[in-house]
């Protein structure tokens, strides 16, 4: 089992970066794959990004591909999610969520994830 816990969120101003962490405790922090989800108010969880359990393949939402970068440090236990560029848009809360990396659900799909932190939300606004 991990237990997810972000960090890293606040307000940015339009064009603006954050670096969001996801500390994940448990010794097998290595064999889940992890990615990350955002909940804007009134809309559904989307996926942005994950990367596999040794963080050599990573996929992105199209809305954020080029803007935004996942990465892990497994000596660290901790998943990053560096934002760039950032956008109103933008603005949620933000959730690290780990799976199985034997998992055959898309990175995607927010069902095959089965640990969840808390999130941290994300302003973005001048």
């Known amino acids: 089992q991990v237990q997810p816990v972000e960090s890293g969120g606040g307000l940015v101003q339009p064009g603006g970066s954050l670096r969001l962490s996801c500390a994940a405790s448990?010794?097998?922090?290595?064999?889940?794959?992890m990615g990350w989800f955002r909940q804007a108010p009134g809309k559904e969880r989307e996926f942005v990004a994950a990367?596999?359990?040794?963080?050599?393949?990573?996929g992105y939402a199209a809305s954020v591909k080029g803007r935004f970068t996942i990465s892990r440090d497994n000596a660290a236990n901790t998943v990053y999610l560096q934002m760039n560029s950032l956008k109103p848009e933008d603005t949620a809360v933000y959730y690290c969520?780990?799976?199985?990396?034997?998992?055959?659900?898309?990175?995607?799909?927010?069902?095959?994830?089965?640990?969840w932190g808390q999130g941290t939300q994300v302003t973005v606004s001048s």
């Open positions: 448990g010794r097998t922090f290595s064999s889940y794959d």
């Open positions: 990367t596999n359990w040794s963080g050599g393949s990573a």
């Open positions: 969520a780990a799976r199985a990396s034997s998992s055959l659900r898309p990175w995607s799909d927010s069902r095959g994830y089965a640990y």
